[in-house]
């Protein structure tokens, strides 16, 4: 039903079908923020302490991957605060553009959801200051890898590995 009812909202406003939609739905559940993804044809993924990142729109393909790579650099202790989830959903959608042209485009527009005490669950997006403070961060870390090979004294990062052992062949 939602997804018939999602159809008839797109063609409604002049786009035809086939539409995909990946609606996030965020809610209380026994006092705890929830988050569930409905992907393909409207199916549930719960997010949860191990699984915490998601992409959704065209630029899926380019930002998943990388949300995985800096997870794994970022978040080895678990999820991020929204401070640092603003900042790594600010270099995915980066990322996201320049690997997908055509798909997705500028400007950057992310939101975090976050709880204060008198008001419950505000979402907010970022002002464009803040975004480019998000840039010359990353910019700054793309820095660091590059020079990477400055700091350890090689022209090349795999200038001195050692060589490959030998195998027997059996």
């Known amino acids: 039903m939602l997804v018939r009812a999602g159809g008839a909202h797109f063609q409604n406003t002049g786009i035809n079908p086939p539409v995909d939609l990946c609606p996030v ?4 559940h026994g006092g705890v923020p929830r988050c569930c993804v409905f992907e393909g044809q409207l199916q549930p993924r719960l997010l949860d302490r191990d699984h915490f990142h998601v992409s959704v729109g065209s630029g899926t ?3 998943d991957p990388f949300l995985r790579l800096l997870s794994d650099i970022y978040c ?4 991020p605060n929204v401070r640092e989830g ?9 990322y996201a553009i ?4 055509g798909g997705v485009a500028k400007p950057i527009r992310v939101a975090t959801l976050e709880q204060e005490r008198d008001r419950g669950f505000v979402a907010r997006e970022p002002r464009n200051a803040e975004i480019a403070q998000h840039r010359w961060m990353i910019n700054k870390i793309y820095g660091f890898i590059r020079d990477g090979t400055k700091v350890v004294g090689t022209s090349s ?3 001195d590995f050692p060589p490959f052992p030998d ?4």
């Open 25 to 28: 739905l965020a809610y209380m």
């Open 61 to 63: 393909i380019s930002a």
């Open 76 to 79: 080895r202790s678990g999820p």
């Open 86 to 94: 603003g900042f790594l959903a600010v270099w995915a959608v980066d």
């Open 98 to 101: 320049q690997t997908s042209p």
């Open 157 to 159: 990062v795999f200038g």
């Open 167 to 170: 195998f027997d062949e059996a």
